[in-house]
């Protein structure tokens, strides 16, 4: 119930091509469904954010795709370059503000 | 510039002891969490505050402590106690009222 699935584990996407990371949850109570991008030796940061009332989110190549009927949400990265090379982490809103993760994607753009 | 600042960024313990991890804010955030990562997984919570003077565990809280007397900082102790504690930590914080989160950059933790 607490879970949030991410997939798949490890993506390699070649430069100018679209990357997708999908990921699923069972709780219907959460209610912030955010993106964090992390770099090598770094903390994530936030990338993009989406709520359960809203079916798409955009943010310059970034893009949430949500259903909320299905439980799923995905991220889009399209023209995707190799600086976009990180590990990337969904997550979901529980209650008092506490994040539930997915286990995250390694995304490697080759040139 | 306002941010988190963790330190050490690459820590070495001896098998049995107790080693703290610091963890400052100059943000102004109310709550401020700890986070564990392993190779492979996602982002375990350790302990959380919401303000200061109380905290509440996580869900792998067995063998860490922390305290909250300060509000920019929420160091970390990672005592003998921790059977496997070689993994990389984050701090992070988050201001009332807000859903997102501001990380440090991590400090590595290993044990030898």
């Known amino acids: 119930q607490q879970q949030v699935k991410q997939s798949p584990q490890s993506l390699i996407v070649q430069k100018g091509g679209i990357s997708i990371i999908n990921c699923a949850y069972e709780?219907?109570?959460?209610?912030?469904f955010p993106w964090y991008q992390q770099f090598p030796g770094k903390g994530p940061a936030l990338l993009i954010a989406?709520?359960?009332d809203v079916s798409e989110k955009k943010e310059g190549r970034f893009t949430i795709s949500f259903n909320k009927s299905a439980k799923q949400f995905s991220l889009h990265i399209m023209d995707s370059q190799p600086g976009d090379s990180a590990t990337y982490f969904c997550?979901?809103?529980?209650?008092?503000?506490?994040?539930?993760w997915g286990a995250g994607t390694k995304l490697i753009i080759k040139p | 510039d306002g941010g988190i600042t963790q330190s050490p960024k690459y820590l070495f313990r001896k098998e049995g002891q107790n080693v703290t991890l610091s963890c400052e804010q100059n943000?102004?955030?109310?709550?401020m969490y700890w986070y564990r990562q392993d190779p492979g997984q996602g982002l375990r919570l350790i302990y959380y505050?919401?303000?200061?003077?109380?905290?509440q565990k996580g869900d792998i809280a067995e063998g860490y402590s922390v305290s909250r007397e300060k509000k920019e900082s929420f160091p970390l102790t990672v005592t003998s106690a921790q059977k496997n504690p070689t993994a990389f930590y984050l701090c992070?914080?988050?201001?009332?009222?807000?859903?997102?989160?501001?990380f440090g950059s991590g400090t590595r933790l290993t044990v030898v």
């Open positions: 992070a914080s988050r201001s009332q009222g807000s859903y997102g989160y501001t």
């Open positions: 943000l102004n955030h109310d709550a």
């Open positions: 505050s919401q303000i200061v003077n109380d905290f």
């Open positions: 709780n219907t109570a959460f209610d912030y």
């Open positions: 989406i709520r359960p």
């Open positions: 997550a979901a809103r529980w209650s008092n503000y506490q994040l539930i």
